[in-house]
């Protein structure tokens, strides 16, 4: 029996969709928990690895790994794939180098090796956190937007288009990143059109795109809290092409050639534009509305390819599908959800999903790091998903409570 080490968060959404994956092949999926070692103990976790120490987390696992050999090793979420490359290449397993997964991880080194090679993406500049930020804004073209090196999921990213823009978003990113006082944060071009995502899968460096999801929801800020993936795109053809050829390009300009890609790109009059690239499949739940022929689902094909099993012919997404990730509307602590049922009987409205408990705090964009949940849908044509997905949000009405301000003497 193959064993797979998979690297996942306490939290992740996805660890059980990849162990049942692991099931259906038979081959053991041993999940490496971003825990320390006596709370995993504590909760009765196989294997506990502290994430935030990456020294630890490595001789953690290459000791599992010594004990108990493996044939591959996976990180399922951003913050585990420079630990998972440096466990790699210490065990000689496959994977990406550790400094090919740094820069997917390091928005500044991303777009320095996108700039060195010629890839469009936007202009940069680093800035420290200790900087003036009205001094900094006197040398900045607006818009433009400012983030964080090292969040992701649309975290900590904040359009400006003025001076007093500039100085807001960047102490708001500051005090988001109050435990690295002593870090950097990156301002860029604002780049306007559209915006897709392009999960692929790479072997030697070869790029396979496995789907193109359109973003039918305009993304100019000041915030990005991403909501609509449909596909297959209903951009044409050659556009289609130009963008599959850009995330090559992107991926060997960061040295990546093996596993998951997940991509981010604006497309405009002058062609498709890196946002962002990472070494790791789709974030949350959405991986559930892909399909590769009899019921193989992403995590599986995942799997396969990371254990050299045989993979299906056809690798693209064909049928029309798509998910919503339910924004926040407001902070606060979450009373009650209504409309739950109806939604999920809106016609090709597969489910409704919630992943935040009633009573639980809940915080929007740019600090928040989560959703309310996802809806599903999947048939017809992408209209008609899209669609399905708007018509399911409709019917869901979310109570939640104010937080009470703090009393200062």
């Not at 890839?119 to 900045?140: E, I, K, N, T």
């Not at 809940?362 to 018509?391: H, K, M, N, T, W």
């Amino acid at each position: 029996m193959k064993r797979l080490l998979l690297l996942v968060s306490a939290l992740s959404y996805r660890s059980a969709a990849f162990c049942a994956a692991g099931r259906r092949l038979e081959a053991e999926v041993v999940q490496a928990v971003d825990l320390p070692p006596d709370l995993a103990e504590h909760w009765k976790v196989e294997l506990g690895v502290p994430f935030a120490d990456p020294d630890r987390a490595v001789e953690d696992l290459v000791a599992f790994a010594v004990a108990h050999p493996v044939d591959a090793i996976l990180p399922v979420d951003d913050g585990a794939t420079l630990i998972a490359a440096r466990t790699a290449q210490r065990l000689g397993l496959p994977y990406n180098s550790p400094e090919a997964s740094l820069a997917a991880r390091d928005k500044h080194e991303m777009r320095r090796r996108f700039a060195t090679a010629g890839v469009p993406s936007p202009h940069f500049q680093l800035a420290s956190l200790q900087a003036d930020p009205s001094a900094l804004a006197a040398g900045v073209t607006f818009p433009c937007v400012l983030k964080p090196l090292r969040l992701s999921g649309s975290r900590g990213v904040i359009r400006a288009d003025d001076v007093a823009g500039f100085v807001a978003a960047f102490n708001r990113i500051k005090r988001l990143l109050s435990e690295a006082p002593d870090g950097h944060l990156l301002v860029e071009s604002f780049i306007p059109g559209v915006e897709v995502a392009l999960e692929g899968l790479l072997t030697d460096g070869r790029l396979d795109v496995l789907a193109l999801f359109d973003k039918p929801d305009p993304l100019d800020g000041p915030f990005f809290e991403e909501t609509i993936y449909v596909t297959p795109s209903r951009l044409p053809p050659d556009v289609q092409a130009a963008i599959s050829a850009c995330a090559a390009s992107a991926a060997r300009a960061i040295g990546l050639h093996s596993g998951p890609l997940h991509a981010e790109l604006r497309i405009n009059e002058d062609g498709p534009w890196m946002v962002e690239l990472a070494g790791r499949s789709i974030g949350g739940l959405c991986s559930s509305v892909l399909e590769f022929g009899a019921g193989m689902g992403l995590e599986e094909l995942i799997i396969r390819h990371a254990l050299g099993l045989d993979l299906p012919r056809e690798l693209r997404q064909r049928e029309a599908a798509g998910a919503m990730m339910i924004p926040i509307p407001a902070g606060g602590w979450l009373r009650a959800v209504e409309g739950v049922e109806r939604a999920r009987s809106v016609p090709l409205v597969q489910d409704v999903s919630l992943t935040v408990r009633l009573n639980q705090r809940v915080v929007p964009l740019p600090e928040g790091a989560s959703y309310l949940g996802f809806i599903f849908a999947r048939g017809g044509e992408p209209a008609a998903v899209e669609q399905a997905l708007r018509d399911a949000h409709g019917q869901l009405r979310f109570r939640i409570e104010p937080e009470l301000p703090v009393l200062r003497a």
